[in-house]
């Protein structure tokens, strides 16, 4: 169990790194907890319509750089993940995601029927109506802020970045072959010492303007 | 600082709970502790597309559930938080927010033309292209993730819900008088014994098939 004001100071601790140390690695523990707090990370009915990758290869991050509006994070990082989605969410997928009940929690897939066929129903009417890869790319959203939360509890540097060309990362990563798109990015590391941003207040809009009770 | 460890248990702690004990309420400290962490939460440019209502009147609870898939968890919890974005980010909320810079930063909102017109150019963008108000989602789905990880963390459970009917919500709360639409839901509190679900194995795809180096 984790105190409140360790939460807060966490969550204060952390920003969106502009430049990491190069040679500064997560160390293996520390990263398999991240790994395993993206495998733990919700999503809308468990159906997890996503893939994470963990881009590590120089030569490819140094391909992002130029599609990534020339941001050296991506190659910079300790650990860059690439949040892919699935481009087609498929009644495989679901059928797939109702076989793992079954292995993780026993029972048979005939007992499931109802869920699945809820499930699927949800799926064909967004495919239906165009906005099943939409549905996706927010529940990637949740992985992203929950790895940032995770990643700053460990005190890991994250920088969240939308800044990039969907379009060519699929290509480069060759995931159209796999039925995916980038969703959004999240480099891992450390900052340097010369990232002034760390430095800099959060800006937060006040606690008034953001939070209302009704 | 939190080990991996405890990480790792919070995290599989928690669960999308299903029936919450309503005796039972977030004490202050927590509580403002989540608020803090929804205030902190990171969005794209820093932007802050969002308004998060914690809706505690019991009868305005009530004329939710049945909008809600007839799911008690929103009468239910101990804080009720609907997260609502702004329906279209306008050119004077992107100057709200460099003003808000040079509040808290120091100083002048001349000196960053550069920057203000670099986001107003991403929003006019978005805005003309119809995706605007689907980005403003993206980034409510980070402070859902971030504010499920805090709450698992401070052992205070969570359902984070899709299963609502968006303008219901926004009919009941008033939000088209603010210019908000309702994003997602997250009821917060603590689970009743009786919550067969808290039991369960949590259900997830394995390391191998949603985790991939390159």
Redesign the interface.
Known sequence: ??T?????S???W?Y?TKSFDPARKIPD??W??L????????S?F?L?P????????QA?REQLVPHSWGQRQVADCSHLVVMTVKQNLSTADVDA?VQ??VD??GGSVEALKGYRDMMEGFRAKAETEGWLQ?WA???A??????????AA???IDAC?M?GFVPAKFDEI?NLNAEGLTTA?LCPLGYRSDTDKYAA????????E??????
Do not use: H
Not at 4 to 8: D, F, G, H, N, R
Not at 141 to 150: E, P, S, V
Not at 200 to 207: C, G, M
Not at 209 to 214: D, G, K, L, S
């Open positions: 169990m984790t409140p004001e360790e939460l807060i966490s969550l204060k952390r969106a523990k520390e398999a907890a790994e395993e707090s993206l495998v733990l990370t919700p809308s468990g997890q996503w893939k994470f990758l963990v881009v590590q290869d490819i995601f793992r009940n993780v929690r939409q790319k927010l529940q959203y949740i992985a992203l802020g929950q790895l940032m939360a995770a509890l460990l005190r969240p939308e990563l959004v800099l207040p959060k800006v937060r809009f006040d606690r303007t953001v939070i209302e009770w009704r």
